[in-house]
């Protein structure tokens, strides 16, 4: 478990190639924090140093964005902020994407799809906005402390 | 020339009729399961629109009299959209054409939505600035031609319409939020709550910045009690429908700036906002624009407005061939 405190958004952007370094088994990035924590935002610093050349966008009406890297490499953005957990997800099709070997994927709001995320190969990352300084505390956790955190 | 247009791209079964572009009756199969969600489920939404397509175009041909050896063309969305949906539709569209033995074009679904401002009861001339902002979209076009839309700006996170149904989830209201926040802005004072207002240089939007505001204003009433919060909501909707339109007019005043053009459109479902059409309204009053917006019911995602991007193609012999697929990922000038 790693704990960082973000004071402004920049600073993101070496948090990203901090993670990106340092875990390079992880595929499979969950990001975990309430609606406007900036989930979105940070997919955006982790798509830059992968070197995605489409526009990064919240994907919660068209719930997948596929995005490519300049080496043509495939990037899947999910959302699952519009399906709710009685749904049975396996219908969805969004194990179809988690499974890929060759691709990277984000998804915002994977509480709700907490079975499906592949121990050996996803990180956790959540966003915990202070509500009186609108400073951001991000917790990186692996599925196994995951266990221990909540 | 009668073209059938088929819309599938997200939760909408839409199917309509254009003769020579003119509209002459759509059927939308809303697919109310998904209020039940919360939202739109691909794989649920990929059922519906197999159960509602057929009677939808039943409908529509019952209403209209026309018959299907009256249709001279079909037009299909190939995307952008969730790719499950895309599927269904586009199938249909082309056994349909196989069955007829009529042709089949393709049509981008942000395409789409601009031509349907050809159904507005004004016409501009070209070159004129459209805004497209749905729940998937929110774009400013310099529209030069038919088929030379140039995109100036596009949002850089979340899209106009999004922000409308985050905004109502903050708030408690039922799904799709957009038109509950419409209808209780109404009893609100949109400046007792002053919202930033998002800086992004050029032509591009950003609302994510406005949506995290606009959550800690929503919780910071709500530690006054719950009370308070439901006294204040009609000024909250007031308030942030407000920020989201104001966004929307700073890059549509700034290109009539720049491109010294008074012609302004706007299409997609942020377009039936009512706010939005009065604001536009009293610009072509006050500062003599001349603006047009589709009809209410043509603003949301349809199968007239895919119908009337296909007529404009047939109408310049443009086809698709039988075997192209749909791409969920489809942007604007890779592919009209």
């Known amino acids: 478990m790693e704990v960082f405190e973000i004071n402004r958004e920049e600073e993101l952007d070496q948090l990203a190639k901090y993670i990106l370094l340092n875990y390079p088994d992880r595929q499979v990035f969950a990001l975990y924090g309430p609606l406007g924590a900036g989930k979105t935002t940070f997919i955006k610093y982790l798509s830059k140093q992968l070197g995605v050349v489409d526009s990064v966008k919240s994907p919660t009406y068209t719930l997948a964005n596929v995005y490519k890297t300049y080496q043509n490499e495939k990037i899947y953005h999910l959302d699952l902020f519009r399906i709710k957990e009685s749904v049975e997800w396996l219908d969805i099709g969004v194990d179809d994407y988690i499974e890929d070997p060759n691709a990277v994927i984000f998804v915002e709001w994977p509480e709700k799809i907490r079975d499906l995320l592949p121990p050996d190969r996803t990180l956790m990352i959540h966003i915990n906005p202070d509500p009186d300084t609108q400073k951001r505390k991000i917790v990186i956790l692996l599925p196994d402390e995951q266990e221990n955190h909540t | 020339m009668i073209v059938l247009g088929i819309e599938t791209s997200c939760d909408e079964t839409g199917v309509g009729l254009v003769q020579d572009g003119r509209l002459i009756d759509h059927v939308v199969a809303k697919q109310d399961i998904h209020s039940q969600y919360g939202g739109v489920v691909p794989e649920l939404a990929s059922r519906q629109h197999i159960k509602k397509i057929y009677p939808a175009l039943d409908t529509l041909l019952n209403r209209t009299g026309i018959t299907l050896e009256e249709i001279e063309g079909i037009a299909i969305t190939r995307g952008p959209g969730l790719i499950g949906p895309l599927m269904v539709g586009s199938l249909f569209g082309r056994g349909l054409a196989v069955a007829l033995q009529k042709p089949i074009v393709n049509v981008n679904h942000l395409f789409g939505h601009i031509v349907s401002v050809f159904f507005a ?216």
């Open chain 2, 121 to 336: 009861d004004k016409r501009l001339d070209f070159p004129f600035i459209v805004l497209l902002a749905s729940g998937g979209h929110t774009m400013l076009i310099l529209y030069w031609d038919t088929f030379k839309p140039e995109v100036l700006g596009e949002t850089l996170d979340d899209a106009a319409g999004e922000a409308f149904d985050k905004a109502a989830v903050l708030l408690g209201l039922p799904y799709p939020g957009g038109p509950h926040i419409d209808r209780l802005a109404k009893q609100g004072n949109p400046e007792k709550y002053p919202l930033p207002k998002p800086q992004i240089p050029g032509f591009n939007f950003s609302y994510s910045g406005l949506k995290t505001a606009f959550r800690y204003l929503v919780e910071d009433i709500t530690r006054q009690g719950l009370d308070k919060l439901e006294a204040e909501k009609p000024h909250l909707a007031a308030a942030i429908q407000k920020a989201i339109i104001d966004h929307l007019f700073d890059k549509i005043e700034a290109a009539v700036e720049k491109y010294g053009l008074k012609r302004v459109a706007i299409v997609g479902g942020v377009a039936a906002n009512s706010y939005f059409r009065q604001r536009l309204m009293e610009k072509e009053l006050q500062e003599g624009w001349e603006t047009a917006a589709p009809p209410l019911p043509l603003c949301v995602d349809n199968g007239a407005m895919i119908a009337m991007a296909g007529w404009l193609k047939l109408k310049n012999g443009i086809t698709s061939p039988l075997d192209e697929s749909p791409t969920p990922r489809l942007p604007l000038n890779e592919f009209l």
